[in-house]
């Protein structure tokens, strides 16, 4: 059974559907006025963030909580890491201290692969570089589910930065084997040549967002990743909100039963429109909130459950 999470390419069907069933029992803890659970009690859940993370560290750290898990916050700002530490002697330390799991985000990708050779705990891939962030297309899939009501069938339009995004990623590897069929969208130097059928046959591509939006069900604007980009892919940040920009009008060529979608951090006014952002289509802050549930069962499923 599993040990890690890793990879979107992980999780078969049944895998991921025991996590987003295991999510919607753990979302009813929410609810409750003590929010906890036992089911963690005595092991300890190391954050170990190489990059600024705000939502995907908080959520973390709430569902280990929740889960009653010891939570132990690794920053790499004043940390041995300053001074030259390399991320193996760094493991080596958390393994010395007795870590049950270790949710790592690093800049390289594949360097939660890497880890996961060096710890005896779990290890849970919070996004590595460009390359994939397994957990988060899992609440959007559990986010869609819960909205919409399936998976299998759903049009999905992924749009924006694809060639930066390890959201995008994961999404398409995720959602294909689940049974949604995904489009990216966006300009072709974002795109990178032969994505679709590398990660996942039958996966669409389209520079025309326009053309797409009257037959998607679901439509997950990208933010566009300046911090990651050397140079110039479009000419300037008002002709790709012209073009890829997800306004009022287009929003209107949704289907109506359509759901708007951003993992977050947005950028109001290019990606996304601040109306369409806070429209009722939208299920960013749903998102959020449907965060902790999951990674709440993926903790729980790693340390308690699929592991064993």
């Known amino acids: 059974m599993m040990r890690h999470l890793l990879s979107g390419a992980d999780l078969d069907a049944e895998r991921a559907t025991l996590i987003l069933d295991t999510a919607a029992e753990m979302a009813t803890v929410s609810g409750r006025e003590v929010k906890k659970l036992p089911a963690l009690r005595g092991r300890t859940v190391v954050n170990l963030f190489y990059e600024d993370s705000t939502r995907t560290r908080i959520s973390f750290e709430a569902a280990a909580k929740r ?39 690093h800049p390289a990708s594949g360097a939660p692969h890497r880890l996961a050779n060096w710890v005896d705990g779990c290890v849970v891939n919070a ?89 998607t069900d679901v439509v997950m604007m ?28 287009r929003c209107r060529r949704l289907p109506d039963h359509a759901i708007v979608m951003h993992p977050g951090p947005m950028n109001r006014g290019m990606e996304i429109a601040p109306e369409v952002a806070d429209s009722p289509r939208s299920t960013i802050v749903e998102q959020v909130a449907n965060g902790v549930s999951v990674r709440m069962a993926v903790l729980y499923l790693l340390l308690g459950g699929m592991s064993k």
């Open 67 to 105: 889960l009653s898990a010891d939570v132990i916050n690794f920053s790499v700002k004043g940390s041995s890491v300053s001074k030259g530490e390399s991320l193996k002697d760094t493991a080596l330390t958390l393994q010395a201290m007795g870590a049950d799991a270790v949710v790592v985000r």
């Open 127 to 215: 996004g590595d570089g460009t390359h994939e962030h397994p957990t988060q297309a899992l609440l959007d899939a559990y986010t869609m589910r819960s909205r919409l009501g399936r998976l299998a069938g759903l049009q999905v339009a992924v749009v924006g930065d694809v060639l930066h995004s390890r959201v995008a990623r994961s999404n398409v590897l995720l959602l294909s084997t689940l049974g949604a069929k995904v489009t990216l969208v966006g300009p072709p130097t974002l795109i990178p040549v032969d994505i679709g059928a590398a990660l996942a046959p039958g996966t669409e591509v389209s520079y025309d967002l326009d053309a797409v939006l009257p037959s």
């Open 222 to 249: 990208l933010r566009v990743q300046r911090e990651r980009m050397a140079d110039s892919y479009f000419p300037s940040a008002r002709e790709y909100a012209r073009r890829y920009g997800l306004d009022a009008p």
